[in-house]
């Protein structure tokens, strides 16, 4: 309900905004302005759309508000039903420490032996 009054509320907050005309200033025409300018020309904002599709395009977005607000209600009453994990207690007995498990003993491997390279033999020439 909340968001149907909040929607309504910006469509007729909106509503006279439409009969303002807009121009278009500057040698860019990069600016907007609400006041007429030396250069500026005046934007047509009419809306292009009929009544009827006015109409469907306002019962579309009721509706979709009523469909948010149930959404949004049954969210909370998701969350309110969920009940939240303590992290922790004074109050509680503490847990006895975890058995951690020794890593086992490498198998007797045979020592690295490192040896001179072997310089290449050369011919005499």
Same mark, same amino acid.
């Given at each position: 309900?909340?968001?149907?009054?909040?929607?309504?509320?910006?469509?007729?907050?909106?509503?006279?905004?439409?009969?303002?005309?807009?121009?278009?200033?500057?040698?860019?025409?990069? &600016?907007?302005?609400?006041?007429?300018?030396?250069?500026?020309?005046?934007?047509?904002?009419?809306?292009?759309?009929?009544?009827?599709?006015?109409?469907?395009?306002?019962?579309?977005? &009721?509706?979709?508000?009523?469909?948010?607000?149930?959404?949004?209600?049954?969210?909370?009453?998701?969350?309110?039903?969920?009940?939240?994990?303590?992290?922790?207690?004074?109050?509680?007995?503490?847990?006895?420490?975890?058995?951690?498990?020794?890593?086992?003993?490498?198998?007797?491997?045979?020592?690295?032996?490192?040896?001179?390279?072997?310089?290449?033999? &050369?011919?005499?020439?």
């Amino acid at each position: 309900m909340r968001r149907a009054s909040l929607l309504a509320a910006l469509l007729l907050a909106a509503a006279p905004a439409i009969a303002q005309k807009i121009y278009r200033c500057g040698p860019d025409a990069s &600016t907007y302005s609400q006041q007429p300018c030396a250069d500026g020309k005046a934007l047509d904002l009419s809306d292009p759309r009929s009544a009827a599709q006015r109409r469907e395009a306002q019962k579309a977005a &009721t509706q979709n508000a009523k469909l948010a607000d149930a959404m949004e209600r049954e969210r909370e009453q998701a969350e309110r039903r969920i009940k939240p994990a303590t992290a922790g207690s004074l109050s509680a007995e503490p847990e006895p420490p975890a058995q951690v498990a020794k890593a086992p003993k490498a198998a007797a491997s045979k020592p690295t032996i490192y040896r001179e390279p072997v310089k290449p033999k &050369t011919s005499p020439q």
